[in-house]
């Protein structure tokens, strides 16, 4: 069934439930982060992350010296946007942040962090590789712990 809308108005908005805003950002591993920079704007990148619901936590891969890893270790505030494909429904996760220490050696704890975060390799040199890499790049984890998860969108389901 299509809903005929009057000129000048659409579809209400959408109150999605919790449930369906952690849906978003599972099924999504790429958003926005958003901290604040020293003019107290918002400084946002786009990143890749990983959800983890049960903790409700945002794990994001990053290396020491980016301006969102300068911006958290002075303001640790943060939020993450995530929208649907369609841009008709969005998440936002928001925070503060914790980032890990540099990855010095592979197979610590940071790189082990950011190990999890990725695809399974299929041969294990590439996981030696990995680790190595992520020492020799300077990674961190961001870890936003989630304290309100909020969105919306529209409704379209007329």
């Known amino acids: 069934m299509t809903t005929a809308y009057e000129p000048g108005r659409g579809p209400g908005p959408a109150k999605p439930t919790e449930d369906a805003l952690s849906e978003l950002l599972r099924v999504h591993s790429f958003g926005a982060l958003a901290t604040v920079n020293r003019a ?3 400084h946002l990148s786009t990143v890749a992350y990983a959800w983890g619901p049960g903790e409700r936590v945002v794990r994001i891969g990053s290396t020491a010296g980016r301006a969102m890893v300068r911006q958290l270790a002075r ?3 943060a939020s993450l946007y995530v ?3 369609d841009h008709l429904a969005f998440a936002v996760a928001e925070g503060v942040a914790e980032v890990s220490p540099v990855s010095a ?3 610590d704890e940071t790189g082990r ?4 975060m990725q695809a ?4 294990p040199a590439d996981e030696e590789v990995f680790l190595r890499n992520v020492v020799e790049d300077r990674r961190v984890v961001i870890t936003l712990r989630v304290e309100r998860l909020y969105g919306g969108g529209l409704d379209v389901s007329a």
């Open 40 to 42: 107290g704007f918002p």
């Open 75 to 77: 303001d640790p505030h």
């Open 83 to 85: 929208g649907s494909d």
């Open 105 to 107: 050696v592979p197979g």
């Open 113 to 116: 962090a950011l190990l999890a």
């Open 120 to 123: 399974p390799f299929t041969d």
